[in-house]
Nanobody, 125 residues
Protein backbone atom coordinates (compact mmCIF):
# COMPACT_ATOMS: atom_id res chain seq x y z
CA UNK A 1 0.00 0.00 0.00
CA UNK A 2 1.17 3.49 -0.82
CA UNK A 3 -0.39 6.70 0.39
CA UNK A 4 -0.45 10.04 -1.40
CA UNK A 5 -1.41 13.10 0.59
CA UNK A 6 -2.40 16.27 -1.20
CA UNK A 7 -4.49 19.38 -0.92
CA UNK A 8 -2.34 21.59 1.24
CA UNK A 9 -1.83 25.25 0.55
CA UNK A 10 -1.97 28.78 1.87
CA UNK A 11 -5.23 30.05 3.34
CA UNK A 12 -6.30 32.94 5.52
CA UNK A 13 -7.49 32.39 9.06
CA UNK A 14 -11.11 31.33 9.06
CA UNK A 15 -10.78 29.66 5.70
CA UNK A 16 -11.02 26.03 4.68
CA UNK A 17 -8.94 23.38 3.00
CA UNK A 18 -9.59 19.77 2.15
CA UNK A 19 -6.73 17.32 2.31
CA UNK A 20 -6.82 14.02 0.46
CA UNK A 21 -5.12 10.76 1.29
CA UNK A 22 -5.26 8.41 -1.67
CA UNK A 23 -4.33 4.78 -1.15
CA UNK A 24 -3.04 2.49 -3.84
CA UNK A 25 -3.03 -1.26 -3.59
CA UNK A 26 -5.72 -1.81 -0.99
CA UNK A 27 -9.12 -0.41 -0.28
CA UNK A 28 -9.11 2.51 2.12
CA UNK A 29 -12.18 0.93 3.70
CA UNK A 30 -10.08 -2.04 4.85
CA UNK A 31 -7.55 0.15 6.59
CA UNK A 32 -7.69 2.66 9.40
CA UNK A 33 -6.39 6.03 8.25
CA UNK A 34 -4.95 8.61 10.57
CA UNK A 35 -3.86 12.19 10.09
CA UNK A 36 -0.97 13.78 11.91
CA UNK A 37 0.73 17.13 11.64
CA UNK A 38 4.16 18.46 12.44
CA UNK A 39 5.65 21.86 12.97
CA UNK A 40 9.43 22.21 12.55
CA UNK A 41 11.18 21.55 15.82
CA UNK A 42 8.20 19.82 17.38
CA UNK A 43 6.98 16.28 17.58
CA UNK A 44 4.37 14.97 15.22
CA UNK A 45 0.89 15.56 16.58
CA UNK A 46 -2.21 13.44 16.15
CA UNK A 47 -5.08 15.15 14.35
CA UNK A 48 -7.77 12.63 13.45
CA UNK A 49 -8.47 9.02 12.58
CA UNK A 50 -11.01 7.23 10.41
CA UNK A 51 -11.39 3.63 11.51
CA UNK A 52 -11.69 0.94 8.90
CA UNK A 53 -14.91 -0.65 7.85
CA UNK A 54 -17.44 1.80 9.13
CA UNK A 55 -17.74 5.46 9.91
CA UNK A 56 -16.12 5.77 13.30
CA UNK A 57 -13.89 8.80 13.62
CA UNK A 58 -11.95 10.45 16.41
CA UNK A 59 -10.44 13.91 16.57
CA UNK A 60 -7.89 15.68 18.66
CA UNK A 61 -9.43 18.24 20.98
CA UNK A 62 -7.59 21.02 19.16
CA UNK A 63 -9.51 20.37 15.94
CA UNK A 64 -12.77 18.90 17.20
CA UNK A 65 -15.75 20.73 15.77
CA UNK A 66 -13.68 22.28 12.97
CA UNK A 67 -12.30 19.27 11.11
CA UNK A 68 -14.25 16.38 9.65
CA UNK A 69 -13.38 13.16 7.88
CA UNK A 70 -14.98 11.45 4.93
CA UNK A 71 -14.13 8.58 2.64
CA UNK A 72 -14.69 7.85 -1.02
CA UNK A 73 -14.44 4.08 -1.32
CA UNK A 74 -14.50 4.15 -5.11
CA UNK A 75 -11.39 6.34 -5.10
CA UNK A 76 -9.72 4.69 -2.10
CA UNK A 77 -9.38 8.15 -0.65
CA UNK A 78 -9.91 9.62 2.80
CA UNK A 79 -10.53 13.33 3.08
CA UNK A 80 -9.76 15.68 5.94
CA UNK A 81 -11.99 18.73 5.68
CA UNK A 82 -10.52 21.58 7.67
CA UNK A 83 -12.77 24.54 8.44
CA UNK A 84 -12.32 27.65 10.55
CA UNK A 85 -8.59 27.32 10.18
CA UNK A 86 -6.34 29.07 12.65
CA UNK A 87 -2.69 30.12 12.34
CA UNK A 88 -1.83 27.42 14.86
CA UNK A 89 -3.06 24.82 12.37
CA UNK A 90 -0.05 25.64 10.21
CA UNK A 91 1.99 22.47 9.81
CA UNK A 92 2.95 19.70 7.47
CA UNK A 93 0.10 17.21 7.46
CA UNK A 94 0.70 13.50 7.04
CA UNK A 95 -1.69 10.65 6.50
CA UNK A 96 -0.95 7.14 7.66
CA UNK A 97 -2.76 3.84 7.61
CA UNK A 98 -2.76 0.39 9.02
CA UNK A 99 -5.08 -2.60 8.94
CA UNK A 100 -5.20 -2.99 12.69
CA UNK A 101 -5.39 0.06 14.92
CA UNK A 102 -6.70 -0.23 18.43
CA UNK A 103 -8.99 2.62 19.36
CA UNK A 104 -7.00 3.47 22.48
CA UNK A 105 -3.78 3.64 20.46
CA UNK A 106 -5.08 5.51 17.43
CA UNK A 107 -3.29 8.71 18.39
CA UNK A 108 0.12 7.05 18.42
CA UNK A 109 2.40 7.18 15.40
CA UNK A 110 3.57 3.66 16.12
CA UNK A 111 0.07 2.31 15.42
CA UNK A 112 0.46 3.02 11.71
CA UNK A 113 2.66 1.05 9.32
CA UNK A 114 2.28 3.04 6.14
CA UNK A 115 2.88 6.75 5.80
CA UNK A 116 2.37 9.19 2.99
CA UNK A 117 4.51 12.18 2.26
CA UNK A 118 3.45 15.38 3.95
CA UNK A 119 1.49 18.26 2.53
CA UNK A 120 2.08 21.79 3.78
CA UNK A 121 -0.78 23.77 5.25
CA UNK A 122 -0.13 27.42 6.00
CA UNK A 123 -2.75 29.60 7.67
CA UNK A 124 -2.07 33.31 7.66
CA UNK A 125 -3.45 35.65 10.28
Amino acid sequence: VQLQASGGGLVQAGGSLRLSCAASGRSSRSRTTGWFRQVPGKEREFVAVFFRGGSTTYFADSVKGRFTLSRDNAKNTVYLQMNSLKPEDTAVYFCASSEQVIYSSASRESSYYTWGQGTQVTVSS
